[in-house]
C-alpha cells in the first residue's frame, strides 16, 4: 500500500467519522398522500392514521385535513390564497369546518436516549389580524403554545401567514410529538361564520407545516483532529518503512 493510498485510506474515514443522519419523522410536510392541485382534500378523523406517518388526535366525527395549495395551483376558496409552507400541502387541524379546536395529530419516533433534538415547524393562520394557535406537546408534557399572525387586515388578498418556531427537547427511546390546534387567549368570542361556533383566535384555519426533527452535525472535537493527525504521521512512517524494507 502507497503512503499515498494509506492517507487517502485515512482521510476518508475522518470524512465519515460522525454517525449518519438519521429519519426521525415521516411525512412531516403532508405531501402524503397526494391530493389534487388547489384543493382541500381528504378528511382525517379522530382514531385514523394519515397515510405515511400521522395519527389524528380527535372525536371520532371531528377531523383534520388536507389542503393542496401551491404558487401554480393557489387554493382559493372566497379569494384566500392558502398556499403551503413547503411543497404543495399542509395540513389545516381546525378541520373542514373551519372552526374545530382540540384536534391534532402525533407521531412516533425513536431516538437515542439523551440526543438533544431540535423540533422545527410552522404554523399557519389566514384571518386578517386574527391569529392561530397550535399547542406543542413532547413526550406527554405541555412545551408551549405557539402562534401564527394572520395577514394584515388591509391585505385584500387573505393570504395564509405562517410562522415558523423551532424547540429543542432530550430525546428518550421512544419519543412522541403532539401538535393540538386550541384556542386562544380572549374575553369576547367571535362567531365563526361557518358553524356558528363562538371563538377567541379568529383563526378559520390552523395550519401545520414542515415537521421536522434533526439532531446538531456532530463536529469533530480538537482532540478527535489531533488524534487523526497523529494516526496520520504514524501511518506516513510505516509506509516509508515498508517501502525501504
Ligand atoms: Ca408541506
Sequence with gaps: MSKRTVIAAALISLAGAGPAMAQYLSNGSFEQPVIPSGTQGTMYFGGQT????????????????LINASASFPFESFSHN???RDGNQWLDLSGEGWGGFNRGVAQSFAATPG????????????V????????????????DTFASKGADPADPAWTQVWADHSVSFVAQATNVVEFIGVDGPGTTPTLNPWNNQPYFSSHWSIGLDNVSISSPSPVPEPSSYAMALVGLILMGGVARRRRRG
Excluded at 386578517?128 to 408534557?141: A, E, I, T
Aim: net charge negative.
Design 50 to 65: 394519515l397515510p405515511g406517518g400521522w395519527s389524528v388526535i380527535a372525536g371520532a366525527t371531528e377531523d383534520v385535513h
Design 82 to 84: 392558502m398556499l403551503a
Design 115 to 126: 440526543d438533544s433534538l431540535t423540533l422545527a415547524f410552522s404554523v399557519g393562520n389566514l
Design 128 to 143: 386578517n389580524g386574527g391569529f392561530s394557535y397550535v399547542q406543542l406537546k413532547v413526550n406527554g408534557n405541555v412545551v
